[in-house]
């Protein structure tokens, strides 16, 4: 059964930065694209970025440029540094693959964004 356990959320003003890790037992991220969701209150969990096994990125038009996702396969680690928050950030964060079908949810971790 593969756990999954997202860190690092936290209420922060504005304009604020956060640095959310993912963490799972065992060498399961190895050769697995990951990404990072998002589910905003009272609406659908949405893929906000994305890495490949050899590193290349993708994000959601909202975060271009704000959100830099990263993985270290040796540490079992995917991890999110979102700067510049808005409040449109607010919302529970997970992480999954992106490709097939998603390995068990885990809780995420909750990012609240106040002016």
């Known amino acids: 059964q593969v756990q999954l356990v997202e860190s690092g959320g936290g209420l922060v003003q504005s304009g604020g930065s956060l640095r959310l890790s993912c963490a799972a037992s065992?060498?399961?991220?190895?050769?697995?694209?990951m990404g990072w969701y998002r589910q905003p209150p009272g609406k659908q969990r949405e893929l906000v970025a994305a890495?490949?096994?050899?590193?290349?990125?993708n994000y959601r038009d909202s975060v271009k440029g704000r959100f830099a996702i990263s993985r270290d396969d040796a540490k079992n680690t995917v991890s999110l540094q979102m700067n510049s928050l808005g409040l449109e950030d607010t919302g529970i964060y997970y992480c999954n693959k992106i490709l097939g079908s998603p390995w068990a949810w885990g809780q995420g971790t909750q990012v609240t964004v106040s002016s």
């Open positions: 890495i490949t096994s050899g590193g290349t990125t």
């Open positions: 065992g060498s399961i991220f190895t050769n697995k694209a």
